[in-house]
């Protein structure tokens, strides 16, 4: 009679702590205990399924009870346990005994002694199936155990465990298995097996399995009985996505690679193979925004991703061919589309305009880098020479009609005079000053310091001399923005530009009693007046008398959308 087959998942199941794949937290926290011997009287392993929670249950009921304690030599309880025959170490299954007579009896029987371990040792598996009164039942004995009991606790949903549970255990949180950690693993079981699996084929593998380390032994039990012959080459990724169902990484990376380079013809083809290989559009959906989402971070140094070595390089030489900033926008369109595509009723057409979208509003350089393309097309079609960039022009142009208003100021009497005081004390309004104040705030807002420049219209100039630009506030509040040093500074420089010398800003108080406007009040005043005309406008409008007439009531408002 032939040997039955035993599947990967059991054949390769962790035997001893250094095993374990991707759970070194617990498993330094879990061989510090038993070396110092502060070992507690339960544990509670929670975490996703197939990630190593009741084989660590075992592997620490076999280094408790192993006569030459945590070791990786054979001993007779540690072939025992490891079989399931130990009669001191008892595996129950909560989902099928979580009855108060199942706790019940569990209570009797730890009264009695080992018949041969150190230790008689319960793993109760899925163990927040427990009915409330089991948990009841239970409560007592797993706070107070006798001391040769031990209770290893496993479940997939600690949420469901009552707070006096919880409080009563050693609680350890098992992770996901890193896909870069499973890949390895994979590829030691391949080598053990002699199989030739590709490391793209086990890539695949790793990323359905979700960081389940048992789901991807079972499928890479799968792909073995699906491909592998006698004889045979190595497994690609091709044939392994044919194998599971699974969707081929090569169509991914290549919708995403088209829509890079701007090619909707490729991208919309590689949703066709997509379709024609059975691949689910909204698991489509999510790849294509983690791959682009890969390519951002391989941009990005400082930031370690948990994926194979030959995924990480193709990443990273992707990343350097493209500008960060059409990565960053090509990420952010795929992942809106995520939820498009989940709602839509037709999510193949979802899928595909967001592919568009992203081939044609994706940038391809930086915001100064755009605006200088424009200036060029532009000047190329007007058969003009190359011009500056529009930032840089549009500053020099506002420096030289500045400018062009201290000449005109000089012409019509001293630059540095002060404006004649007002009646109040205040200065008056100096036509020729409030030029170059204008020209100043100008400048400071070609210098994108927009909520400095919107600070100094609510200011009103005292002096503007060689050197020094003094501006008046009612309100220290309304000088908020000129108070750091920064800030301070960017107006300076803009000044400086204007003037053509250095300029020291000075903010003083303005008088109370001062009648003078700033440029703020000034535009608020002008609105006002246009809002007042506006209202009466429409008030006289004959057309909208006739609807008072019919429908009553009275116009309070006119708005211009325009000026909204």
Not at 168 to 189: C, M, S, W
Not at 361 to 372: D, H, K, M, R, T
Request: hydrophobic share 45%; with cysteine; net charge negative.
């Amino acid at each position: 009679m032939p040997t039955p087959y035993l599947v990967l998942a059991r054949k390769y199941r962790p035997q001893r702590f250094s095993d374990l794949t991707g759970q070194e937290h617990v498993v330094r926290t879990l061989t510090n205990a038993l070396q110092s011997g502060r070992v507690a009287h339960a544990f509670l392993f929670t975490g996703p399924r197939g990630c190593g929670k009741t084989t660590t249950a075992r592997i620490l009921a076999r280094a408790l009870n192993c006569e030459k304690g945590p070791t990786a030599e054979q001993c007779g309880p540690c072939v025992d346990i490891a079989q399931g025959n130990d009669v001191d170490v008892q595996e129950i299954d909560a989902a099928s005994n979580n009855g108060v007579d199942d706790v019940r009896s569990l209570r009797e029987a730890a009264k009695y002694l080992p018949a041969r371990d150190r230790y008689k040792i319960y793993i109760v598996d899925e163990v927040h199936m427990l009915s409330g009164p089991a948990f009841n039942a239970l409560l007592k004995t797993l706070e107070e155990p006798p001391g040769h009991i031990k209770f290893l606790l496993a479940t997939t949903d600690p949420q469901k465990l009552p707070a006096t549970i919880l409080s009563r255990v050693q609680r350890h949180n098992f992770q996901l298995v890193p896909l870069g950690k499973i890949v390895t693993r994979l590829r030691e079981i391949a080598q053990a097996e002699g199989v030739a699996v590709s490391d793209a084929a086990l890539a695949l593998v790793g990323r359905q399995a979700e960081g389940s380390m048992r789901d991807a032994l079972s499928l890479l039990d799968q792909l073995f009985a699906a491909t592998h012959a006698p004889g045979a080459g190595e497994i690609g990724e091709e044939e392994a996505a044919q194998a599971l169902g699974a969707l081929d990484r090569g169509i991914v990376a290549g919708i995403v690679a088209a829509v890079l380079r701007r090619d909707a013809g490729a991208a919309l083809q590689g949703i066709v193979r997509a379709y024609e290989s059975g691949a689910d559009f909204k698991r489509l959906a999510d790849e294509l925004a983690a791959h682009a989402r890969n390519l951002v971070l391989a941009t990005l140094p400082e930031v370690r991703q948990e994926l194979p070595d030959h995924e990480l390089r193709g990443l990273a030489e992707t990343a350097r061919a493209h500008d960060p900033a059409q990565l960053a926008r090509v990420f952010e369109l795929l992942q809106d589309a995520e939820e498009d595509v989940a709602q839509a009723a037709t999510p193949r057409h979802a899928l595909e305009v967001a592919l568009l979208r992203a081939v044609h509003l994706a940038p391809s350089g930086s915001l100064p880098e755009l605006v200088e393309k424009v200036d060029r097309a532009v000047a190329k079609l007007a058969g003009e020479r190359v011009a500056a960039p529009a930032g840089a022009r549009l500053q020099r142009e506002i420096v030289s009609s500045a400018r062009t208003a201290m000449a005109e100021a000089e012409q019509n009497g001293s630059p540095s005079a002060v404006a004649e005081p007002g009646p109040n004390g205040a200065p008056g309004a100096d036509a020729s000053q409030e030029n170059r104040w204008r020209a100043l705030i100008s400048a400071v807002r070609a210098a994108r310091k927009m909520s400095q420049a919107a600070a100094l219209e609510k200011g009103v100039p005292l002096r503007i001399v060689a050197g020094t630009v003094a501006v008046g506030f009612r309100s220290p509040n309304d000088a908020l923005a000129l108070e750091d040093a920064d800030s301070r500074r960017g107006v300076e420089a803009a000044f400086a530009e204007v003037l053509g010398s250095a300029v020291k800003l000075v903010i003083e108080k303005l008088p109370a009693e001062s009648a003078v406007e700033s440029l703020a009040e000034e535009k608020e005043r002008a609105r006002g007046e246009r809002k007042g005309r506006r209202l009466q406008q429409g008030r006289e409008h004959p057309a909208v008398r006739a609807a008072v007439e019919v429908l009553g009531g009275e116009i309070e408002d006119v708005r211009d959308l325009g000026e909204e």
